[in-house]
C-alpha cells in the first residue's frame, strides 16, 4: 500500500528534510483531529437546523421523537462500528465499494460504484449545495423570498469552491475542514446553551406530558426512522479515505467512535432545546427551524444562522468530495473505470481527475434534473448497498476467518444493522412502489455497462485508440502521472 517516505519542502510546504526526489503518492495526511473533523463535519448537514420536522411528524408526539433521536444515533454506531473493523481489516480506501469487492467480487462492486457515479454521489451533492446557496443569500434578501437562478448561481460557485480546495491540496481541503467543522459546532452551542438555560429556568411546558399515547402512530415510527438515520448519514466517510490515515488500526475505530457520540449528544440536546423554546405546532410550522429558533430568543441576531447553516453545508460538500473522489481513484485503480482517474497531480499530490470527474454531472442536474425525485430514487439503494457491505463483513467472518482483524465487533452489532438496513429498504418498496422501481431500473443498467466496458477483453481497435488518446491528452492537460505504490 501507499508508503510514506521522507520528502523535501513539498507544495504545501511541509519542511521535512529528506531524500532528494519525491515519490508521487497519495500521502498521509489524515490524523486522529482531521479524521474526526471529516465524520463530524459531514453527518452534520443542514439537516439537524431545516428538518428535524420529519421525525417529530411521523413519531406523533415529543417524547417519542427524542427516543427516535437516541436510537437511530444507536443504530448509525453499530454500522460505524461494523466498519471501523471493515477499515481496519481492509486497509484500502474507497469505502463500501472496495468492502463489496472483496466479499462479493468486481460485478455487485461496478453496479454499486455505476448507481454512484451516475446519480447518488451527483445528487446528493447538488442538494447540499442547493441548500448551501439558499442560505447564503438569504440574509441579503430577507425578509423577501431569494428567487431560484440566483440561488443555482450561488449553487454554481460553491461546488466551484470546493473542486477547487480539492484539488488544489489535500492538507488545506483538512484544514478548512476542521474549521468548519468548529463553526457547526459552535452554531449548535450557540442554540443548545440559551435553550438549556431557558429549560433549568423551568420552561417545561412542552414536555409535560411528553408521551401521549393517543397521538403516537405506529405506522409513522419507520418513515421516522427513515429520516433519523438520513440525518446521521455520513459515518461512513473516513472509510473512503483509510490509505490517507496515519496508524489507521488505531485512528479509524477512535475517530468512528469519538465523532458518533458527540453527534449524538449534540443532536439530542439541540432537539431537546428546540422543544423548550417551541410547541410542537410551531415546529411543524416553520420552514427553517433554527432560524425560528433564533427569531424567538434573540431577535436582530438571527440573520447570522442562515450564515452558520450555510457553513455547515459547505463543510458537509467539502468532506463528502474529499471521500468520494477516493472512491473513484480506487476504483479506476482496481481497472473498473478510466485509467486517467487514478492519476495524481505532480506538484500537488492531490488525484485531480478523481475530484473534477463529478462536476460536469453535477452541473448538468443541477440546471437540468428533478434532484428531489432523484434522491427518492436513490435514498434506498444507498441503503441496500451499505446493508450489503455490512453483511460482507459477517460473510468474511466465515470465508476468511484468517484474515488479520485488528478491531472486532461482536457479531450481533452487524447483524442488526445490515437487518435494518434492508427493513428501510423493503419500507421505501412499501411505502413509494413507483420511485423504487425507477431506482431499481437505474441500477440495473449497470450490468450491460459492466460488460460493455469490462468484461469483454477484446475491445474494437478504434475504441482502444479513443480510450488511450484521451487518457494521454487528459493526463497532459492535468499534468497527472500514475500513482507510485
Known sequence: ???KEKDPLNSNGDPHAGAPEEKV????????????SIIIGTIIGAGIFISPKGILKNSGSVGMSLVVWIACGILSLFGALSYAELGTCIKKSGGHYTYILEAFGPQVAFVRLWVDMIAIRPAGLAVIALAFGRYILEPIFMPCGVPEIAIKLATTIGITMVMYLNSMSVSWTARIQI???FSKLLAMAIIIVPGLYQLFKGETKNFENAFEVNTIDLTGLPLAFYSGMYAYAGWFYLNFVTEEVENPERTVPLAICISMVIVMICYTLTNVAYYTVMSAEELLASNAVAVTFAEKLMGNFSFAVPVFVALSCFGSMNGCLFAI????YVASREGQLPEVLSMIHIRRHTPLPAVIVL??????????GDIYSLLNFMSFLRWLFIGVAVVGLIYLRYTRPDMPRPFKVPIFIPAVFSFTC??????SLYSDPINTGIGFAISLTGIPAYFIFIHFERKPKWFQKLSDSV?????????????EH
Do not use: C, D, H, W
Not at 503518492?25 to 474526526?36: D, H, M, Q, S
Open 179 to 181: 474549521f468548519l467543522t
Open 1 to 3: 500500500f501507499m508508503r
Open 25 to 36: 503518492e497519495l500521502r498521509k495526511k489524515v490524523t486522529l483531529l482531521r479524521g474526526i
Open 422 to 427: 434492508f427493513f428501510m429498504v423493503f419500507l
Open 471 to 483: 487518457n494521454r491528452s487528459l493526463q497532459i492537460i492535468l499534468e497527472v502521472v500514475p500513482a
Open 359 to 368: 462536476y460536469p454531472i453535477t452541473l448538468l442536474i443541477l440546471f437540468l
Open 325 to 328: 473522489s477516493r472512491m473513484f
